[in-house]
């Protein structure tokens, strides 16, 4: 069985970076596209920023000029660099896997993403 192995999450001041990794626990043909979401207390998933194999990439309003998504083919290994982060980026961070953007059928476990005020 396939696992998605996410690192990087962790406590880090607003203004600052943290660079959240994402790796297959085996390679899969199939995976064209990888992705970040998101959730915070209270709250529904939302999408964070999705790529594709041809590096066609998709973000979130609220993240868009602050977070770089990237992947590595070969490896189905996808990295969110996070720059300038605030409050409201605090949640625990999922990565996805699929065919395509948006659909995905492959789910990592979680990272927390606190960014302290």
């Known amino acids: 069985q396939v696992q998605l192995v996410e690192s990087g999450g962790g406590l880090v001041q607003a203004g600052g970076s943290l660079r959240l990794s994402c790796a297959a626990s085996?390679?899969?043909?199939?995976?064209?596209?990888m992705g970040w979401y998101r959730q915070a207390p209270g709250k529904q998933r939302e999408l964070v920023a999705d790529?594709?194999?041809?590096?066609?990439?998709n973000y979130a309003d609220s993240v868009k000029g602050r977070f770089t998504i990237s992947m590595d083919n070969a490896k189905n290994t996808v990295y969110l660099q996070m720059n300038s982060l605030k409050a409201e980026d605090t949640a625990v961070y999922y990565c996805?896997?699929?065919?395509?953007?948006?659909?995905?059928?492959?789910w990592g476990q979680g990272t927390q993403v606190t960014v302290s005020s």
């Open positions: 085996r390679r899969i043909f199939s995976i064209n596209a």
């Open positions: 996805a896997a699929g065919p395509w953007q948006g659909i995905n059928d492959y």
């Open positions: 790529i594709t194999s041809r590096g066609r990439t």
